[in-house]
Every structure is written in structure tokens, then in C-alpha cells.
């Protein structure tokens, strides 16, 4: 897992530090804060264990390359130049990522305008970070898996990385069931009941939706929050985010397309899964998840959910961040600034 991420110069960050809770992380912050060039980023310096599983002897060069290839596909820059993501209107000419890890792996990164590949300055035990994290995508994918990645290797077409990623791990086959989490079956059983069914995973990209009642649809017959849903339950199926095992889900607005009354679910799912071990950061925009976070997370049982909210300081206009571990104490909150100005307006209508 992560546990601190230093941004200097890097997209629309000038100078930005954030330590990670080992439970779970929430990312909030006005549009056009960096909310989900966070994620990317710390997504990013995560994913040595996909390169060093598939080539344990890969050497620095190597990994400098892999390290490349995955920002520039992950942030698209213009013309897919690297030094396009160096942050603009700033004298300053280099970018810089330096990351910490739970076991005391650390890699530190960078690049300037011109840079072809990244640098490498500091790599200690990067090679033992073997976890592999998880992204799952704004967007579902299970619409579309079906040739997906044959398309997205072979012409330029307008999705990151995230998306190719998740959509490989959404075909793998399912693990065996006696190596499933217990805590990964119980959330599968609540989504099924909540969807009236499970999606089905034939190979290929090819999903459909079998119901309780033994019928079969297309997955493109249903709710899109269904195939939200239905994308975690195949990653927890297929063993991607197993509590304690792999790597960081990452999740970006995981509220998207989801009805308000289905949140609560996600929630004690999210936590559950955190309890037992799996490192959660998501970045939102959603008034009812935060507060269920917020009301269900029990200190009894060892929860911590950490806020983190990203604000444009109003003088230099430069992101800023504030963290704190406590809903109540997030000075900077403009979800909740805009659901207590609503209600104040319907207050107003009300007695006028």
C-alpha cells in the first residue's frame, strides 16, 4: 500500500504532500482541483509489481521506460509527450513524484519539458513492492469490454490507460471458491441480491446478466449503476482486490451512475473490505457517500477514513491540500458548502 505521495511542478500541482491512511482514503475538492491527477499519479508509481512479476530481472532502464509508457498513457498529454504533463506557467523546468510505500519502498521521479523518459533518482526496494493496485474507471466498463482492448492497442482512441487496465481485470478468471475472502463473497451476495442477479464473464469482453429467475440479458440491458456494481463484484470474484493481498483500489467517483438509496451498500462494502486489510482511495464529489462514511466508520472496529480535501488557495490560486481524519473537521468543504447553502434556500421559499 501507499502511504505518502510528494508532488512538485507535476499537472496543475505546484508543491503537494499527502499521507495516506492504510484504510481508506477520501479525495474531495471543487472541478479542476487535481482530484483524479492524484489518484493517477499515486496509481502510477504503484504499478512496479505488474512489471516485476511479469520480469523479475528488469533492470533500471527498463523500468524507467515502464514508468513512461504509464504516465503518458495514463495522462494523455498533448501529442503524448511526456514533459507536456511539467506543470505550465511556472519558471520552475522540472517535474518531481516521489513516493513511499508501507514496507519501505520509496521511488523518486523526474522530468522536464523535454525529457523523453522519466529519471530515476531514487529506487530503494522499489523492486520488493510487488502488490499490484487497482483502478476502477469513472465510467463502467462492462457496455463495452467486447474488443475494447484490441482497439485501444491498436488505434489512438480517447480513454486512459485505467480503462484498458480494469478491463483486463475484469476477464480473468475466477478463483477458485474455497480462496475467495469471506468478507469478498459477502459482498458479492449483497450486490447480487440488490441487482436481482449476477453479470456473467464468458472470455473474451464478452458480459452478460443472468437473473435470479434464470433469465439471460444482454449487460447493455441494464441500469448503469448495476454495472457499476457489478464491475466489483468481478474483481472481487476473480480475486483482483482480495483484503490483505493485492494492492491499492484506487476509485475514481465511484458514486457515478449510482442511485443515492444503493450508496449505504457501497459503503459498508467499501468498509468491510478495509477492515480486513484493503487500502481504499476514491475521489468523490457525492454528499451522501461522504456522510455515510462518515455516520457507518466505527472506531471500535478499527476504521479510519482520512479526508483529504484539495482547495485553491485564493491568493496564488496554487492547490492546496487539507487532511484530517474527522468529517466535522474539514474547513475546506464546498460539497457540503453547497448542500447547506441548498438547504438554506429551501428554508428561505419555505417561511417567505
Not at 102 to 127: C, G, K, M, P, W
Not at 305 to 310: A, E, G, Y
Amino acid at each position: 500500500m501507499i502511504a505518502r505521495l510528494e508532488l512538485n511542478n507535476f499537472t496543475v500541482f505546484d508543491q503537494l504532500e499527502i499521507d495516506f491512511s492504510k484504510k481508506i482514503n477520501v479525495i474531495i475538492g471543487e472541478n479542476g482541483t487535481g482530484k483524479t491527477h492524484l489518484l493517477k499519479a499515486a496509481y502510477a508509481v504503484s504499478l512496479a509489481g505488474h512489471l516485476f512479476k511479469l520480469n523479475p530481472e528488469a533492470d533500471r532502464d527498463e523500468l524507467k521506460a515502464f514508468l513512461t509508457e504509464k504516465l503518458v498513457r495514463l495522462f494523455m498529454p498533448l501529442d503524448d509527450k511526456l514533459g507536456k504533463i511539467v506543470r505550465t506557467g511556472t519558471s520552475k523546468q522540472t517535474a518531481e513524484l516521489k513516493a513511499e510505500f508501507a514496507l519501505d519502498e520509496q521511488i523518486q521521479l523526474s522530468f522536464s519539458y523535454n525529457s523523453q523518459t522519466v529519471a530515476i533518482q531514487n529506487a530503494h526496494n522499489y523492486r520488493n513492492h510487488n502488490q499490484e493496485p487497482i483502478f476502477i474507471t469513472t465510467k463502467e466498463v462492462l457496455s463495452f469490454m467486447e474488443g475494447f482492448n484490441s482497439l485501444y492497442e491498436r488505434y489512438k482512441i480517447s480513454f486512459d490507460q485505467t480503462y484498458k487496465d480494469v478491463c483486463l481485470s475484469l476477464d480473468l478468471p475466477q478463483l477458485r471458491e474455497r480462496k475467495v475472502h469471506p468478507k469478498a463473497e459477502e459482498a458479492m451476495e449483497d450486490i447480487r441480491k440488490l441487482c436481482g442477479g449476477q453479470f456473467v464473464f464468458h472470455g473474451g469482453g464478452k458480459v452478460t446478466f443472468k437473473s435470479d429467475k434464470n433469465v439471460e440479458y444482454s449487460a447493455n440491458a441494464m441500469a448503469e449503476g448495476f454495472r457499476k456494481l457489478g464491475m466489483l463484484s468481478r474483481l472481487l470474484e476473480a480475486g483482483v482486490i482480495e483484503p490483505g493481498i493485492s494492492g491499492s483500489l484506487f476509485w475514481d467517483e465511484p458514486e457515478s451512475n449510482i442511485n443515492p438509496q444503493m450508496i449505504r451498500l457501497l459503503v459498508k462494502i467499501l468498509l468491510d473490505l478495509s477492515r480486513n486489510g484493503q487500502q481504499i482511495i476514491l475521489a468523490t464529489h457525492d454528499y451522501v457517500l461522504l456522510k455515510w462514511l462518515d455516520l457507518l466508520s466505527d472506531e471500535k472496529e478499527g476504521d479510519q477514513v482520512r479526508f483529504h480535501s484539495l482547495y485553491r488557495d485564493p491568493k496564488s490560486s496554487e492547490i492546496m491540500i487539507e487532511s484530517c481524519d474527522q468529517y466535522y473537521q474539514i474547513n475546506q468543504n464546498s460539497i457540503s458548502d453547497s448542500f447547506a447553502e441548498l438547504y438554506d434556500a429551501d428554508i428561505s421559499r419555505a417561511l417567505a
